[in-house]
């Protein structure tokens, strides 16, 4: 495998055209978020519905007034259980917004059902209102307030246009009922609802494109793509919330005899060497699993769901495929590169330094015996 070309202007436009597809597929869908990415997006959620939940709470008692101003004496009783029911409801969903954390699917839920809230009450009162009654004065601009506040929350596109959609039909329901569904007015209001959508879309593409580019950025090493240190200990915290919490291995590893490769070859060929061993980890590791740049040619994985046993054949199949890699330096050289790893398993109930530091104890014993070699018990 040859090392590229680091001022190979070909290089640039790759790397373009993959970060365009890349931004493209993740705010799409969720499906190729990261954990930690998935964990710091749930975090975004939750605060926002908390907020929103509160300025619900907060303009009730007025929306309370509005209802005894606009809507029919027939329809008062059942709206007046309405919003005490809505009351309710956003006061659950704010307890499980704030109660979802390292929940991903659980702020997800609670997005939606913020959403949910206001838009079932507008149904109520389209359901309620007497025959012939056809006035929403005070209601009607619900479905397009909903809509806009999809902009407000890091959906991706595919959560927002589901959602989306779903308030266009509560409208298209609301002009039904006001007899006007299919005039030039009925479809101008649907027309305009979904010039709406596509704004609230748009402004989520760019909104989660970007938190993307800057989590990335303030959480993964530059080199290597792989998390930084920082990032891998909130990664690791957040998994240690879930209930229960999965099993844990750790595997400490070190490039060995970096400064040599370094030394003789240069180091943009050094930096190759890193960016073919965080390669080679992305490759091995399951989805549900971490893997950081440490600090120099030191990196750490965290294996979730796997005992000992299960942790130590990682960690030999990881050493077998270093000392099998082959590359190629700036003068057409082959080069062989080698790496120890120390492992350890989290204990229940053990502080997750506990078992770094005897992770990296067993590292050391792998470096001071043979190298290229794993040690752990």
């Not at 495998?1 to 680091?6: R, T, V």
């Not at 259980?81 to 917004?97: D, H, K, P, S, T």
């Not at 991903?104 to 309620?128: D, N």
């Not at 479809?187 to 704004?199: G, T």
Request: aromatic letters at 10%.
């Amino acid at each position: 495998m040859k090392a590229p070309d680091p001022l190979d202007p070909a290089n640039d436009l790759t790397t373009i055209k993959v970060v365009g597809l890349s931004s493209l597929r993740d705010t799409l869908t969720h499906r190729s978020h990261s954990r930690d990415f998935a964990f710091a997006r749930s975090d975004y959620l939750r605060s926002r519905v908390m907020v929103v939940c509160a300025v619900f709470l907060a303009l009730l008692p007025f929306w309370t007034l509005l209802d005894w101003a606009m809507l029919p004496q027939a329809s008062l009783p059942y709206t007046m259980w309405g919003r005490v029911v809505m009351a309710g409801l956003l006061v659950l969903v704010f307890l499980l917004a704030r109660y979802s954390k390292a929940r991903l699917q659980w702020a997800r839920l609670s997005a939606g059902l913020v959403l949910a809230t206001p838009a079932a009450f507008y149904a109520l009162v389209l359901y309620t209102l007497p025959p012939g009654e056809t006035s929403l004065i005070g209601y009607s601009f619900i479905p397009y307030m909903l809509v806009t506040m999809l902009a407000i929350f890091p959906f991706t596109l595919l959560e927002s246009a589901v959602l989306g959609l779903v308030l266009i039909g509560l409208e298209a329901y609301a002009l039904h009922v006001s007899g006007v569904l299919m005039s030039a007015t009925g479809l101008q209001a649907v027309w305009l609802l979904a010039a709406l959508l596509v704004i609230a879309i748009t402004a989520n593409y760019f909104q989660l494109g970007l938190m993307l580019r800057l989590y990335r950025e303030a959480t993964h090493d530059p080199l290597t793509g792989l998390l930084n240190r920082g990032a891998l200990m909130r990664a690791v915290e957040q998994l240690m919330l879930q209930e229960p919490a999965p099993p844990l291995a750790l595997l400490m590893m070190d490039l060995d005899h970096f400064k040599r490769l370094n030394d003789g070859h240069g180091h943009a060929f050094g930096d190759d060497v890193l960016r073919d061993f965080a390669g080679l980890l992305r490759r091995r590791l399951g989805r549900g699993d971490l893997a950081a740049r440490y600090g120099g040619e030191e990196f750490v994985a965290v294996l979730t769901g796997l005992d000992k046993e299960a942790a130590m054949a990682v960690a030999e199949d990881i050493r077998r495929q270093t000392e099998e890699s082959e590359l190629v330096d700036y003068e057409g050289q082959p080069v062989r590169y080698t790496v120890s790893i120390g492992v350890a398993t989290v204990q229940p109930g053990e502080a997750f330094h506990n078992a770094v530091v005897r992770a990296d104890n067993r590292l050391y014993e792998a470096k001071k015996t043979s190298r290229n070699c794993v040690v752990g018990v």
